[in-house]
């Protein structure tokens, strides 16, 4: 509808019952046109690589391999931004 890939995050920490990194709301975006799905490791949220390991793991498994899974931090090199 917008003519450009939508990312949406899905975290494993403590935020709304929405926000999190299950495999039920991550089927339901990915209905809805998301392209790509983002689960980062929000220390602010209590969230962890950990947690973050764990979540991608339940994802793949939950939608298999045709969905885009990125995670990572914005600390993470594969984030790297150019100033």
């Known amino acids: 509808?917008?003519?450009?890939?939508?990312?949406?995050?899905?975290e494993?920490?403590?935020?709304?019952e929405i926000r999190r990194a299950k495999p039920e709301y991550a089927k339901r975006?990915?209905?809805m046109g998301a392209a790509m799905l983002c689960i980062p490791a929000?220390?602010?949220?209590g969230g962890s690589y950990g947690a973050m390991a764990?979540?991608?793991?339940e994802l793949r498994r939950g939608l298999g391999d045709d969905a885009a899974l990125w995670s990572g931090?914005?600390?993470?090199?594969a984030c790297a931004t150019r100033r």
């Open 1 to 10: 509808m917008i003519g450009r890939p939508v990312g949406v995050n899905l």
């Open 12 to 16: 494993p920490g403590d935020v709304p």
């Open 29 to 31: 975006l990915i209905g």
């Open 42 to 45: 929000n220390p602010g949220t």
């Open 54 to 57: 764990r979540v991608t793991e």
């Open 73 to 77: 931090t914005r600390a993470s090199p």
